[in-house]
């Protein structure tokens, strides 16, 4: 049986500048999965596992360890952004304007914001998306900007 190979991802050349991508899963958040991240990350912050302690803050339940909700907006764009190989360069403002709580089903968008050859890496180029994750009502619960290497399509030394 011959190994069937399939092609995968984007390349530079897809990543025009002002391209969005609409990630086309979601996320549901429960409050088993905040605990568990919180706790195998030995982040024993009582505003993640807690429900009373976060409704004394003015909470309406446990709050979703932001990383994990960085990490699921991450996740959910992958496919359609770095799914092709490359290797993740940085990350920048970074923020979280509204919580996520269990129950919130966490969605992400992109859009490219900047695109080059890189100087240093002959058959690749540097993309730069705008990534926010939001929730069910809409609410924008992540943004952050991240740039990854991307091949070229068509050049035999980033192979």
């Known amino acids: 049986m011959a190994t069937v190979r399939r092609e995968r991802g984007l390349y530079f050349e897809d990543f025009e500048v002002g391209r969005r991508f609409d990630h086309h899963w979601g996320r549901t958040l429960t409050a088993q999965d ?7 990350t030995m982040n024993f912050n009582p505003l993640y596992f807690d429900a009373e302690y976060a409704r004394r803050l ?13 990490a699921v907006v991450l996740g959910l764009s992958v496919e359609d952004l770095s799914e092709a190989g490359g290797p993740f360069l940085g990350l920048d ?36 998306w705008r990534t926010t994750g939001y929730d ?6 992540c943004e952050y900007r991240r740039r990854n290497l991307s091949r070229l399509r068509h050049h035999e030394e980033s192979r």
């Open 136 to 141: 069910q009502r809409g609410r924008v619960v």
């Open 93 to 128: 403002d970074l923020c979280f304007p509204a919580e996520a709580h269990p129950g919130d089903t966490i969605r992400a968008r992109s859009v490219v914001l900047d695109r080059r050859t890189s100087k240093s890496r002959p058959g690749w180029g540097v993309v730069e």
């Open 58 to 70: 003015g909470h309406e339940d446990v709050v979703i360890n932001p990383l994990l909700v960085y």
């Open 34 to 40: 905040g605990i568990a991240f919180s706790t195998v």
